[in-house]
């Protein structure tokens, strides 16, 4: 079965992923309703994502060699915590807590074996405390500005990760990556135009530690570390500008729209100005 699950091509991979996340959370929504949609998005994204990683490389990866493919479980891992620190009830102190103990879980896994001791004595520490930073800035967003705005920037950080990962690094690693990004695509879309405050806190710490994850990783893994890397990931915190001035005034559609158009422009900036600095535009044939 994993054979033939192997031997599907990539593009097949990145179009199921964006496909199951949306399944996932419709499933959800219809069994649990909308209290159970806390546990929609991180499920979706996972499962899409350990699925859609399944049709090109069966199951090997679930039995890491590479620090990447650590990954896999780290989402997993993500989509325990992230319904646990959306439960109502629960502190802002709470949810850092929770958000610290995945942080250094997913360090200590994400750190490259070929790492020496004083490296990874550095790294670990770094990775953690930048993925906790990444949560715990971001969660307060869930209760301030459009469910859809937030999601959706968290999409697009995601899918420009993915593009400056094959642009600096690896275009196998990009397409890895890519799938955490279609994943979260698709939970966006799945969780409709008003989702729940809880619905979005608990993919705080999908984005966080998956998103911020691959960016460590991709940054660490080349000969030369890649720090253009360590930004995609923080494009959503563009969205705190929706509460400063006219901004604040808003409704959930302009907050929507404008969110949107603040992350997407922002994305494709750094993008632009990524590839330039890497010369592939001036080293391409006319």
């Not at 499962?47 to 479980?73: C, E, I, K, Y």
């Not at 080349?222 to 990931?233: D, I, K, T």
């Not at 915190?237 to 907050?255: E, F, I, K, V, Y």
Request: aromatic letters at 8%.
């Amino acid at each position: 079965m994993f054979t033939t699950l192997a031997a599907l091509p990539a593009p097949v991979a990145l179009a199921v992923a964006p496909v199951v996340a949306v399944v996932v959370v419709l499933a959800c929504r219809r069994l649990c309703g909308e209290r159970g949609l806390r546990f929609a998005g991180p499920c979706a994204v996972a499962g899409a994502f350990v699925l859609a990683d399944a049709l090109t490389s069966g199951m090997q990866h679930w039995l890491p060699t590479r620090n990447w493919q650590w990954t896999l479980h780290v989402a997993v891992l993500a989509a325990v915590l992230g319904p646990i620190a959306a439960a109502p009830g629960l502190t802002r102190s709470e949810r850092w807590l929770l958000y610290a103990t995945g942080a250094v879980i997913a360090a200590c896994l994400l750190v490259p074996r070929w790492a020496k001791p004083e490296q990874a004595a550095w790294w670990i520490p770094l990775a953690a405390g930048g993925i906790f930073l990444l949560a715990a800035l971001q969660e307060p967003l869930s209760g301030r500005v459009s469910g859809v705005a937030l999601t959706g920037a968290w999409a697009i950080s995601a899918l420009c990760l993915a593009g400056l990962i094959a642009v600096e690094f690896s275009l196998s690693w990009a397409q890895v990556a890519g799938l955490v990004g279609l994943a979260l695509t698709g939970a966006a879309f799945g969780l409709g135009f008003a989702p729940a405050e809880s619905a979005t806190r608990a993919l705080v710490a999908t984005q966080a530690l998956v998103v911020g994850g691959w960016a460590f990783i991709s940054c660490v893994e080349p000969s030369r570390p890649a720090y253009v890397l360590l930004a995609p990931p923080a494009l959503p915190l563009l969205l705190w500008l929706l509460g400063l001035g006219p901004l604040g005034r808003l409704g959930a559609r302009g907050q929507t729209i404008v969110g949107l158009l603040l992350v997407g422009l922002a994305a494709a900036g750094y993008a632009a100005w990524a590839v330039i600095r890497s010369g592939i535009l001036e080293a391409a044939p006319l």
